[in-house]
């Protein structure tokens, strides 16, 4: 009955109530100059106090406005005023009005109004990178709207130099990883969502509540000195304009999914909830079982809901409420197949199958007072939930294997992985901007961010001689693999993190020429870890496995001491470790607190020279505390770092005229090790382990890196960019993923040399092609290319855990040499017929995904090309019909385990399949 509710309902359908509002943009010129382009005249609405100030181009824009009539005041000191009258705004749309001004009356007849769709936000952005005095790109809205952008995540691998982990949450800025990037929302910091990641999954930043993202690749000092490859600022959606309300629905499907019998974990919602987390582990082990349960169709759900309403107070004021919320869910299936493939191969499936249904439920909030022009004042809270249950079957056709195995080491083993893991994140922040006079401005922001993230009941089973179970012989069975007691496991893991940041700038007009800039930063965040497992010890050797549809016949309460007993590494001192409840298994606090202050110059040499150098002073605490079963006994579980840094940077701009620009930027900035990469515990995938290394915390502590930045661009046209960079960066005592020298081929965290380098060089342009009769581009196209080599010294590691190398230099982790981003738009206008046609493409080359020790080659991520079509259509002024097909190409993802005794090892392959959807849209 909820499949054919959801289909009924969900169905191609989406509503949209919604008070619209328009713009007034133009250029303003020097008539009796050339036609030059007359930089800070004044732009009123007449009657009104709301106006803007003309740009270095002439350009203006006044935006969120009402439908309806205004008239125009156009002045400038020593020209005449002009007035504009019955200048119309129309809802969604552009009016542009081109106005000459001159020291006698501008002839009213050389005026130019016209009206075209709303467009004006990628220009803006353009504009704003063309002005501001240090590096950085911007996507926002609108081209995430035009180019079926869902996320945050897949908003900045447009941005060049940028790449997604195709499968993962991880991106890659210049060949640098995640370790090396940060994020923050609204200027303030962002917690990790994943155990396993030191940012925030972009993923869970829905377009919904996204304004525009902000990637900046050139460090500034009112960044963290923890920063490397860049930082992301992804900025909230706001309003300020009159009451609506919007309502979508919609639905989809994964070509490879469609049609499967889709099973998830028992006890997990359809919302991706569970609600046992206040019950003990154990009581849960005892009484919920291990089979999954029908997930039904597979059929993917889409809807939202946003709505804002403002209202005039005091004299110039006005209160802004705005609001979001959505919930979106998928169903992916693969098939492939996956190697544990350490030192030596230790298992081996030709054939997998995995079920994902994956969703994540976003609301956000804000409120906003602005008291005056020169006084604003928001409160913004986001909520994000963001869940994905796998159910995995390792050895489908009976041709697994394991190296341990005990009835057959060369076929046979299967394994079956059932795993939820929810991520449930709160922020909250206050975010204020001040014009004390015409000297002084002031910005500030305090936020608290919680993250609750879960991995409940992860339950694994295996089998030993499955292709028994296959032979359809009643008289051969498969059995439980129990070569020890976890074989067959519940595991349980708990992370909670709380972090409370602030910013404050105060930037001074010190003359016409200079504007200094005082700053402070703080964050002091604190995560607790906790896991358990408990084991199956079956009693009897090759207990028989008969029905692989119903194991809680086995895994019953009932057989508890007769068939089985329950195993656990930490018992409670008064009591046995067997059939009883546990304490955790591994446990760790940490602590982070970092503290700052910065100045930094904006200085204008002249009309074409703009010089920022800056100074940031940091301090930086770092804490762990640990107790976990993976390290020798004189370990003395807890490592500290205390570190003050002196970050200089300098960003150089010249003007070659109007619309070029040459930058120069060079800085030092610091990279520290995150809990993950410090804590010792190991996490036990299916096919591999991965812990951390307290030593990185050791002196060295931090890596130390230089940055240096070249770039030309030039703005030829509205909306059109060339550009081409130069990039180098030092980085000294880096840390890499490594294999480690023990039995189990744990992969961990190691400073792997003294030294690795980066260059590289970024080549973007974006142009427009043909034009509609409005002048608003009909066919576009975007092109951005980056190539670069890296390279690092190896050295062999002794302390906790060593490595070893053969090889005394190799590329840098994560850097892929060639990334291609790549799009063609197509808007033409057939009276009231306006569709938008998107092509969109992708490419990263192979990539190093962890670093091979000894003789062992490296783990390398391969090359994945992606292309999304992306089809939206406009009928007339209130009707829709969207379309969109991604992933069309499909490619196999794989990691590869080079230069291996039997040559190259595919650790994993597998395709995601294409994800189509279609979304019919009425606006009243």
Known sequence: MKTLFTIICLAFASISVAQETGSIVGKLTDKDFNDEPLAFANVIIKGTTKGVTSDFDGLY???????????????????????????????????????????????????????????????????????????????????????????????????????????????????????????????????????????????????????????????????????AAGNVDVVAKDYSGKGFLDIELGTGFNSRAIGEDFVKSEGTSYFGYYNRYDNNPFAVVLSHGIDPEDAGTPIRSIGSISGGTSWDVWNEGKLSVFFTGSFDNNFEYREGTAVDYTTVEKKRFPNIEEYEYSTTTTGMANIILRASSDHKVSFNSLFINRASDQVGYFGTKGLGSNRDAILDTDRGFFQQNVQFEQDMIFVNQIIG???????????????????????????????????????????????????????????????????????????????????????????????????????????????????????????????????????????????????????????FKGNLDVYAGYINAVINAGEKWTIVPGLRAESFNQEIVYDVINIVASDPGFRNSYENFYLPSLSIKYALNEDQNIRLAGSKTISNPEFKEVAPYVYEDVTQRIGGNPDLLNDPSFSEIINVDLKYEWFFGRGELFSIAAFGKQINDPINLVVANDVTGTQRYFRTGDKAEVIGAEVEVRKNILYNDDEAPKLSAGLNVTVMETKQDLKTINGTFSTTFVRDEDELQGASPLLINADINYSPVFGNYRPNVNLVFSYFADRVDALGSGQLGNIVEKAVPTLDFIWRNKIGENFELNASAKNILDPNIERVRENTSEGDVILSGYKRGINASLQLKYIF
């Open 61 to 227: 824009a006044l935006e969120n406005l009402a439908v309806g009539t205004y008239t125009l005041e156009f002045s400038f000191v020593g020209y005449e005023t002009v007035e504009i009258p019955d200048v119309l705004v129309e809802a969604n749309k552009v009016t542009t009005v081109n106005v000459p001004m001159g020291v006698s009356a501008a002839a009213l007849d050389q005026v130019v109004i016209t009206t075209t769709t709303k467009r004006e936000s990628a220009v803006a952005l353009l504009i704003d990178q063309k002005k501001a005095s240090t590096i950085k790109q911007s996507i926002g809205a609108e081209q995430l709207s035009e180019q079926g952008v869902s996320d945050a995540a897949g908003a900045i691998t447009k941005i060049s130099g940028i790449s997604r982990q195709e499968g993962g949450s991880n991106i890659y800025v210049r060949g640098l990883g995640d370790r090396y990037l940060t994020t923050t929302y609204n200027g303030l910091s962002l917690p990790s969502n994943n155990i396993e990641r030191k940012n925030i999954d972009l993923g869970l930043f829905t377009s919904d509540i996204i304004q525009f993202v902000t990637v900046s690749k050139a460090y500034d000092t009112q960044f963290y000195g923890d920063f």
């Open 433 to 587: 901007t001040s014009k004390i006079d015409e000297k002084i401005e002031v910005d500030w922001g305090v936020g608290y961010n919680k993250v609750f993230a879960r991995q409940p009941d992860r339950k694994r089973v295996s089998i030993e001689r499955y292709d028994l179970f296959l032979d359809n012989d009643p008289t051969t069975n498969a059995s439980f693999f129990n070569n020890n007691d976890y074989d067959n496991q519940r595991y349980f893991q708990n992370v909670e993190e709380e972090e409370l940041n602030s910013r404050l700038n105060v930037a001074y007009k010190a003359s016409e020429k200079v504007t200094l800039n005082f700053g402070y930063q703080g964050r002091t965040k604190e995560r607790y870890f906790e896991n358990i497992r408990y084991g199956y010890d079956f009693i009897e050797p090759n207990t028989p496995a008969t029905d692989f549809n119903n194991f809680n016949s086995v895994f019953d309460v009932s057989n508890l001491g007769t068939i089985y007993n329950t195993k656990v590494i930490n018992a409670i001192p008064t009591l046995s470790n067997t059939n009883n409840p546990g304490l955790p298994e591994n446990t």
